[in-house]
């Protein structure tokens, strides 16, 4: 069975720090890796995602993660953290072989700190 | 472009009684997803239709969930009989087709069961 996990709850960063968001998946084949972010009272928008080719994927607003195959991680990073970047984030994870059922993790409040 | 949208955005509802949620996909996606968000809680999977095939219904919780796709483009997703715990975010989601894999996501619909 494919899972997610998001080791942290919370992550505080002050405004201008590189910030990491984590992520570690589990699938039986090859997986699928995405990240999403969801701002207050606003719907989830996608960040960016891993299908294949290089390891490190870049993607919306400055953000970019970096898959690690032997770790089973795909962290979320950005070199300078803005205070518009607080918002609730998601990884989700599909394995290739199996199907369109998509697993999210439970998230991971960021705040970004003046 | 138009977004995926729903409605109604919000709805109380008494326990016992039955609801019926609308997800309208952007125009010419094929995949369209259904998800619940309990309270600070991540996604949880409900069903999946894909293009005219038959729906992946592996997330549904009970047979009181069910949902339909007419014509390949507006779903209804209905719960019967609602319980408290039924009360969440349902966010409906739809992508362009099998391979692109990015899911774009509709406000939700905020139901509360009283």
């Known amino acids: 069975a494919q899972s997610v996990a998001q080791p942290e709850d919370q992550v505080n960063v002050a405004e201008g720090n590189p910030l990491t968001v984590k992520c570690t998946y589990s699938?039986?084949?090859?997986?699928?890796l995405f990240w999403y972010v969801q701002y207050p009272n606003r719907g989830l928008q996608f960040l960016l995602k891993?299908?294949?080719?290089?390891?490190l994927v870049k993607g919306s607003y400055g953000f970019e993660a970096e898959f690690n195959k032997s770790q089973t991680s795909f962290h979320l990073k950005k070199p300078s953290a803005l205070v518009s970047d607080s918002a609730l984030y998601f990884c989700?994870?599909?394995?290739?072989?199996?199907?369109?059922?998509?697993?999210f993790g439970p998230g991971t409040r960021l705040s970004v700190l003046p | 472009g138009a977004g995926v949208s729903q409605s109604p955005s919000n709805k109380v509802t008494e326990k016992g009684k039955d609801v019926e949620l609308r997800c309208d996909p952007i125009s010419g996606h094929t995949a369209l997803y259904w998800y619940r968000q309990s309270l600070g809680q991540g996604l949880e999977f409900l069903i999946y239709?894909?293009?005219?095939?038959?729906?992946?219904k592996s997330g549904l919780p009970s047979d009181r969930f069910s949902a339909e796709r007419t014509g390949g483009s507006v779903s209804t997703l209905t719960i019967q009989r609602t319980q408290q715990e039924d009360s969440a975010v349902y966010l409906c989601?739809?992508?362009?087709?099998?391979?692109?894999?990015?899911?774009?996501f509709g406000p939700g619909t905020r139901l509360t069961v009283t």
């Open positions: 239709f894909q293009g005219n095939s038959a729906p992946d």
């Open positions: 989700a994870v599909r394995d290739a072989g199996y199907g369109q059922n998509f697993v």
């Open positions: 989601a739809s992508s362009l087709d099998r391979v692109s894999y990015e899911q774009y």
């Open positions: 699938v039986s084949g090859n997986p699928y």
């Open positions: 891993y299908i294949t080719g290089d390891n």
